[in-house]
């Protein structure tokens, strides 16, 4: 950009020349241009017969500032040009006056000389900044300049915005005030947000930069080919709303090359011409007569019934791969309809749903499935010509509005003969593109407060600056050496090129240019917290200097930190000012308000009563909360409720009315109300299918029972039960063939994403399970294995083969008056007749050595033994067993036996858990240390220990006497 070629390289940079003669090559082959040649055709249009009607004018160069050659070059040719020429520089910018001074020969006239010693801080500081040879003596800066600090950028712009307001309401008008930025990027969201909360009319000198959900839709897809066609990129690119109104089932079919015309960059073409091009006008309409409008895949942007597509996508458990995309479907298409068929002759409501969500996936799948193939036949790696065809196509047909993907995809035609590239390096360049848009400036800046670098303010003034961002690292920038073109060769070369040294003058002079363009007041401010690193921030010797140079005397960092923090008492904790008249919305209102009441001894009853009348939403949720906090129980801890209707409702889940499973009354014990979440809503954490790194405890334990199960079935068929020393090799050759389709099944379903942690993880499971094979072989206890996973209650895992034949529908009725349903592990039979019920654990062995159900946290030994008590009325059951059958629990078991202090455990959980849900009372009553691991802890918050220790606890004596329970 400063006009150096590649013959002048040769000798100074050999390894940088070829770069830079390819550089030129491309640009003459492309007739393209870059800066400093149009620089050089403008001096040459100068020079030229037929020059502009400007040219030869009395000029004026208001804060034009000279970087390098080229630019020289044109202005030195337009000066000459001119009959006379009158430049200002700032103070600061030694360069560019040494330009118009020395090689120019420019006449300097210093007018801070004339002007005399300045009386006021503000002066002082514009006059003596970075100005080491002069002290200027001490004074007290008053409120002219303001330096303050907040925890974090966001909250750092809310002090800004603060400051503005109180400005404003003093009668500065917003167009006499700046915000002006060193570093654009970090600030500029953070100011948008803090001048949208607080009504604040802003200019964003250089445009605003918006979110553009088109280009973020279609980034989406192709993160979705990249990732082996994700299922959750795809969703998330549904759930953009950017799909396109497809009316005849597949998406749209892309228009052809030459029909995709897309608007002229908003850079290039007038402003009238931008505003006068619809949407509906660049790419051609799509009929909206094909289908009947009920047969629409797509409304409006998004599949239809959307609150159901994602759910279609977890059932499926669609991770990725277009086989598996069809197979996974196809696969709970085919399921859908045996449950429809299944509902023939029962209730109409239950076969209308099915055949809804089965409609809902013929649709998504119609949609989904072109689009799929689509992007999995992308090329591998191909050049940009290639690559912008396909990827026009793409948009065209999978975006609703896809004008300004075309329009960028557009703007990288020069780079056609570019590659072969791949989709990641496609994807590099393109995010930065399409995730944002920019918005042009408005027309008229007047009446509204200007934000924009410190450069974009040359030649302008205002009454109040704010210039943020004063933090070390910041403000000045970290200075690096360029690697690629060493200063050394830099300075050698000339032409005005960047070193070091021209770098720290930069910083130097954006702080000048700032403090010049202030005439009345100046604040600085600095985040004293980098809330993305968790580390306190310092403040830049920027702002020592500035101190300096207003008040005469130069402060250490600890004193100007105090300074800061004390004109803006900000709290990372609570994020409102002290003084409610200060708030900038009224948010901050209340919130400053409620600070003030904390501290009285009253509490100041009844003074913020007016937020009850401010919204309802906000009045219930002060309610539900004060009544969580109170001493008494109430109805916003849980369930707990006297009425009839309630009890009424909550007969219908009493333990003798439906099935619970061991596992939903075992969360009674650790909680009433995760029991209540959990056994009577039927709520649960939203499974979502992803490709897996590791398998989780969950994930290991269904693999091992499964593989389990597989092999006691072999076994029977081949009549090698008992496992004795003698059939024991061909016992675990089984055992190896059953691992193999097992964990083929299950490498299908999870999708593992590093193969050789998933191999590190069945290899793991093999070992465990050939230990655990072994150990049976050298059982003496008698007990043969009879019945493999007998299930109760548990109607369609019967009917899907994956119970014992002995299994029931119904749930079991017991003595103590709990219906149970669940799957028996194992029942063993013993030559004498006893049964014994065997559960195997695949995780630690964390139990209280003679427990009977372990404070209501181990259930299954007692109540499974309890129901094949039941299913198996002419046997006797002896005992229940958990069984820890791989190294985590060192093989270890506990024994329960079937007695009558175990009988009296279970009516004891019967008789407890069965008063609490008739009464109802099911409150937020954690266990020591259950809320860390609760599912449910997003619903009722991290403080229910403390809570619930508040409240009456002799309401909880039945619980506590549960939990008492060895």
Not at 333 to 351: F, I, K, P, S, V
Not at 534 to 550: G, K
Not at 694 to 719: C, K, M, N, Y
């Amino acid at each position: 950009m400063a006009g150096v070629r590649s013959g002048e390289l040769n000798a100074a940079a050999p390894d940088l020349a070829p770069i830079v003669r390819e550089y030129e090559h491309e640009l003459a082959e492309g007739d393209f241009i870059d800066w400093s040649g149009t620089l050089a055709l403008a001096t040459s249009a100068i020079a030229g017969q037929d020059r502009h009607r400007l040219v030869g004018l009395p000029t004026l160069l208001l804060d034009v500032a000279i970087r390098n050659e080229a630019e020289f070059g044109f202005l030195s040719a337009f000066i000459s040009a001119a009959r006379e020429t009158l430049a200002t520089v700032p103070a600061g910018d030694m360069e560019t006056l040494h330009q118009f001074r020395d090689r120019l020969g420019f006449k300097v006239n210093d007018l801070d000389l004339s002007a005399g010693e300045p009386n006021d801080a503000l002066a002082r500081l514009q006059r003596h900044l970075f100005n080491e040879h002069e002290k200027p003596p001490e004074i007290e800066s008053g409120d002219q300049i303001e330096i303050f600090s907040a925890p974090g950028e966001g909250r750092e712009c809310v002090e800004i915005a603060r400051r503005i307001l109180l400005l404003a309401r003093d009668g500065l008008p917003f167009d006499r005030m700046a915000v002006l930025l060193r570093s654009a990027d970090l600030y500029r969201s953070h100011l948008a947000e803090a001048f949208s909360r607080s009504g604040i009319p802003v200019h964003f000198a250089r445009g605003a930069v918006r979110p553009e959900p088109a280009g973020r839709a279609f980034c989406c897809l192709l993160d979705c080919a990249s990732e082996g066609l994700s299922a959750g990129r795809f969703a998330e690119y549904l759930s953009l709303g950017q799909v396109p109104d497809a009316v005849a089932g597949e998406p749209p079919e892309a228009p052809l090359q030459g029909d995709l015309w897309v608007a002229p960059d908003a850079e290039t073409a007038p402003i009238s011409t931008i505003a006068g091009t619809s949407d509906s006008t660049t790419v051609p309409a799509q009929s909206r007569a094909v289908s009947e409008p009920s047969d629409r895949p797509v409304r409006d942007g998004h599949l239809r019934a959307p609150r159901r597509w994602e759910r279609l996508l977890v059932e499926a458990a669609v991770i990725g791969g277009s086989d598996r995309w069809r197979r996974r479907l196809d696969g709970l298409a085919n399921d859908l309809r045996r449950r429809l068929d299944a509902t023939e002759g029962q209730e109409d409501a239950q076969a209308a749903a099915i055949s809804r969500e089965l409609d809902d996936l013929t649709a998504f799948s119609c949609f989904a499935l072109p689009l799929i193939d689509e992007l999995e036949n992308l090329p591998i790696s191909a050049t940009w010509r290639e690559w912008l065809d396909r990827l026009s196509a793409l948009a065209a047909r999978s975006l609703r509005r896809p004008q300004r993907v075309l329009a960028v995809l557009a703007e990288l035609q020069p780079m056609a003969s570019v590659g072969p590239v791949t989709l990641d390096e496609i994807l590099a360049v393109l995010r930065s593109l399409l995730l944002e848009a920019a918005e042009p400036p408005s027309s008229q800046r007047h009446g509204k407060l200007f934000v924009g670098t410190i450069e974009s303010a040359r030649g302008l003034s205002f009454e109040a600056v704010f210039v943020p961002g004063l933090a070390e690292k910041m403000f000045p920038k970290k200075i690096v050496e360029e690697p690629i073109l060493l200063d050394v060769v830099r300075a050698r070369l000339g032409s005005g090129l960047a070193t070091n040294r021209s770098r720290l003058d930069q910083e130097r002079l954006a702080l000048a240019l700032a403090v010049g363009a202030a005439e009345r007041r100046m604040f600085f401010s600095y985040p004293r917290v980098d809330l993305d690193q968790s580390r306190p921030r310092v403040p830049s010797f920027y702002a020592l200097e500035a101190v300096r140079s207003a008040e005469g005397r130069l402060p250490d960092f600890a004193e100007l930190t105090r300074r800061a923090e004390t004109v803006a008492a900000s709290r990372l904790g609570w994020p409102a000012p002290d003084d409610p008249n200060e708030a900038i919305d009224d948010a901050e209102h209340d919130l400053a308000v409620l600070g003030g009441l904390m501290g009285l001894t009253d509490g100041g009853a009844g003074r913020a009563r007016y937020l009850l009348g401010a919204n309802p939403y906000l009045a219930r949720a002060l309610r539900n909360r004060y009544q969580r906090w109170n001493r008494g129980w109430t109805v916003a801890d849980g369930l707990l409720s006297s009425s009839a209707d309630v009890r009424s409702l909550m007969a219908k889940h009493a333990l003798n009315a439906r099935g619970y499973s061991p596992t939903a009354l075992q969360t009674f014990s650790r909680c009433p109300y995760s029991f209540f979440l959990h056994a009577i809503q039927r709520i649960a954490p939203r499974d979502i299918a992803f490709a897996i790194d590791d398998l989780d405890p969950l994930q290991r334990g269904s693999l091992i029972h499964d593989v389990q199960f597989a092999l006691f079935a072999r076994l029977t068929a081949e009549r090698l039960l008992p496992v004795r020393p003698g059939n024991l090799e061909r016992a675990g050759a089984l055992l190896e063939e059953v691992m193999v389709g097992v964990t083929d099944r299950y490498e299908d379903e999870l999708a593992p994403a590093i193969d050789q942690v998933w191999q590190n993880a069945v290899t793991e499971i093999r070992a465990d399970l050939r230990e655990w094979l072994r150990r049976m072989s050298e059982d003496t206890s008698g007990f043969v294995p009879k019945h493999f996973e007998l299930s109760f209650g548990l109607a369609r895992r019967a009917d899907r083969g994956e119970a014992d034949p002995k299994s029931v529908s119904d749930a079991v009725l017991l003595d103590c008056g709990i219906r149970l349903r669940g799957s028996i592990d194992l029942v063993e039979r013993h030559p004498s007749g006893l049964l014994r019920v065997v559960d195997h654990k695949t995780g630690r062995n964390a139990g209280v050595g003679e427990a009977v159900i372990e404070g209501g946290k181990s259930l299954q030994p007692v109540l499974y033994a309890l129901a094949a008590e039941k299913m198996f009325e002419d046997d006797k059951v002896s005992e229940g067993r958990l069984y820890f059958c791989t190294s985590a629990g060192q093989f270890s078991e506990q024994i329960v036996a079937l007695d009558q202090r175990a009988r009296d455990a279970a009516l004891d959980v019967a008789t407890i858990i069965g008063r609490a849900i008739e009464r109802p009372f099911l409150p937020a009553a954690p266990a020591e240390g259950q809320c860390g691991q609760c599912d449910y802890r997003a619903v009722c918050g991290p403080y229910e220990e403390i809570r619930s220790a508040r409240k009456p606890q002799s309401d909880l004596d039945t619980l506590q006497t549960l939990r008492a329970w060895e």
